[in-house]
């Protein structure tokens, strides 16, 4: 035992030294895109919003604009609803706006980069590319099917679900100085990002280093099937997993037999949504709208996690979770990234540290936000 809990600590230390460069990373990417971007009511960001009048409702060229947008935000499945309202208040109909909560949960320039160091560039870029099929083909669907795509049931959605970063409209404002938007942009990455992370990435890393150690080898092996897969989907998607959070448990999940497409799927659907969001969503677009938009990306990524088993067969890709980051192994690094190891695993034990605190003070408990952690 003592062996196992020595090993546990030693995979755990490892992984937070791997994390702590593509964690500092995709939070400076995050940092200058809301720097350069601005918020969701003002600067850039709003101007590319801006569509004509009389295309708004059902153009699906504006549901790809929303895709496309939406993949480098990083915004959570809940912090991304107060931006669902700003689009509907735009005139957006039902296309775009699904189109942009499907791909805007799903990666961010985090959760690019934590994919990258632990399950290789393959797998990294594979999240967006499915995450912008699965918002463009979901678009289609309420195009055709999604009845009428002005009218909404109810316009209370509640902004500010979230009281991390998705509704800082007064930062980044295009009247700032350089030196302003970037001290606004870094403070928006290391406070209210992290804040939105909580101890999730924390805890998956944990979950993931005692997955590689007392998970038997093979033991989910038959879980890569149909079965395994649907246990997957229902699993995930009630839950409240971010992209960030859900990426450290991928390796240990990979080192004891899930398939690559498994993996891949518990990846996609976690972040798709959350019971909190499936109910606000519900109550703003009604139930056809949650029910096309949740349904079509869940089918689709069960497609697409097939699709990414026969490209990982057919072209001999490696997972570099099975190369260097199962049972612990130790890896020379320079001094320079031991420091910045050091300093991402710092950023998660602070960001974790918020927020357990937060989670028990007597503000949160009389709060009604739905986000977690």
Same mark, same amino acid.
Request: hydrophobic content about 45%.
């Given at each position: 035992?003592?062996?196992?809990?020595?090993?546990?600590?030693?995979?755990?230390?490892?992984?937070?030294?791997?994390?702590?460069?593509?964690?500092?990373?995709?939070?400076?990417?995050?940092?200058?895109?809301?720097?350069?971007?601005?918020?969701?009511?003002?600067? +850039?960001?709003?101007?590319?919003? &801006?569509?004509?009048?009389?295309?708004?409702?059902?153009?699906?060229?504006? @549901?790809?604009?929303?895709? +496309?947008?939406?993949? #480098?935000?990083?915004?959570? &499945?809940?912090?991304?609803?107060? $931006?669902?309202?700003?689009?509907?208040?735009?005139?957006?109909?039902?296309?775009?706006?699904?189109?942009?909560?499907?791909?805007?949960?799903?990666?961010?320039?985090?959760?690019?980069?934590?994919?990258?160091?632990?399950?290789?560039?393959?797998?990294?870029?594979?999240?967006?590319?499915?995450?912008?099929?699965?918002?463009?083909?979901?678009?289609?669907?309420?195009?055709?099917?999604?009845?009428?795509?002005?009218?909404? %049931?109810?316009?209370?959605?509640?902004?500010?679900?979230?009281?991390?970063?998705?509704?800082?409209?007064?930062?980044? /404002?295009?009247?700032?100085?350089?030196?302003?938007? *970037?001290?606004?942009?870094?403070?928006?990455?290391?406070?209210? $990002?992290?804040?939105?992370?909580?101890?999730?990435?924390?805890?998956?890393?944990?979950?993931?280093?005692?997955?590689? $150690?007392?998970?038997?080898?093979?033991?989910?092996?038959?879980?890569?099937?149909?079965?395994?897969?649907?246990?997957?989907?229902?699993?995930?998607? #009630?839950?409240?997993?971010?992209?960030?959070? @859900?990426?450290?448990?991928?390796?240990? +999940?990979?080192?004891?037999?899930?398939?690559?497409?498994?993996? *891949?799927?518990?990846? $996609?659907?976690?972040?798709?949504? /959350?019971? &909190?969001?499936?109910?606000? +969503?519900?109550?703003?677009?009604?139930?056809? *709208?949650?029910?096309?938009?949740?349904? %079509?990306?869940?089918?689709?990524?069960?497609?697409?996690?097939?699709?990414?088993?026969?490209?990982?067969?057919?072209?001999?890709?490696?997972?570099?979770?099975?190369?260097?980051?199962?049972?612990?192994?130790?890896?020379?690094?320079?001094?320079?990234?031991?420091?910045?190891?050091?300093?991402?695993?710092?950023?998660?034990?602070?960001?974790?540290?918020?927020?357990?605190?937060?989670?028990?003070?007597?503000?949160?408990?009389? @709060?009604?936000?739905?986000? @977690?952690?």
């Amino acid at each position: 035992m003592t062996q196992e809990l020595d090993l546990f600590f030693r995979t755990l230390f490892e992984w937070c030294l791997d994390l702590g460069p593509a964690l500092l990373i995709g939070l400076l990417l995050s940092g200058l895109l809301f720097a350069f971007i601005g918020d969701f009511q003002n600067g +850039l960001f709003s101007k590319l919003l &801006s569509v004509p009048e009389e295309t708004r409702a059902k153009s699906f060229l504006n @549901s790809i604009k929303m895709a +496309l947008i939406g993949i #480098p935000l990083p915004l959570c &499945s809940c912090s991304v609803l107060p $931006v669902a309202q700003t689009l509907r208040k735009k005139g957006l109909g039902h296309s775009p706006i699904s189109a942009f909560l499907t791909t805007t949960p799903e990666t961010s320039p985090t959760s690019f980069f934590l994919t990258w160091a632990m399950l290789g560039p393959a797998m990294a870029v594979l999240r967006p590319v499915a995450s912008l099929i699965m918002g463009l083909t979901t678009a289609l669907v309420l195009i055709f099917y999604g009845g009428t795509s002005g009218k909404t %049931v109810d316009s209370a959605m509640p902004i500010d679900c979230c009281r991390g970063h998705c509704n800082q409209t007064d930062l980044a /404002n295009p009247q700032s100085s350089w030196q302003e938007k *970037f001290k606004k942009g870094f403070r928006f990455a290391f406070i209210d $990002v992290l804040d939105d992370f909580g101890y999730w990435p924390l805890l998956g890393l944990i979950l993931g280093a005692a997955i590689a $150690v007392w998970v038997p080898m093979g033991a989910l092996e038959n879980a890569s099937g149909f079965l395994g897969r649907l246990g997957i989907i229902i699993v995930a998607i #009630p839950i409240y997993v971010c992209a960030e959070s @859900s990426t450290p448990l991928a390796p240990g +999940l990979l080192a004891k037999g899930l398939s690559p497409g498994a993996v *891949f799927l518990f990846l $996609v659907a976690g972040p798709l949504s /959350n019971l &909190s969001s499936l109910l606000s +969503l519900k109550k703003a677009f009604g139930t056809r *709208f949650i029910t096309i938009h949740t349904g %079509v990306n869940t089918l689709i990524a069960l497609v697409l996690s097939y699709l990414v088993d026969m490209l990982y067969k057919y072209f001999d890709w490696t997972l570099l979770a099975n190369q260097t980051m199962q049972h612990g192994d130790h890896h020379e690094r320079s001094t320079f990234f031991l420091i910045v190891g050091v300093i991402g695993t710092g950023l998660l034990l602070h960001s974790s540290f918020r927020a357990v605190k937060k989670k028990f003070s007597k503000q949160h408990k009389n @709060s009604d936000a739905c986000c @977690s952690g």
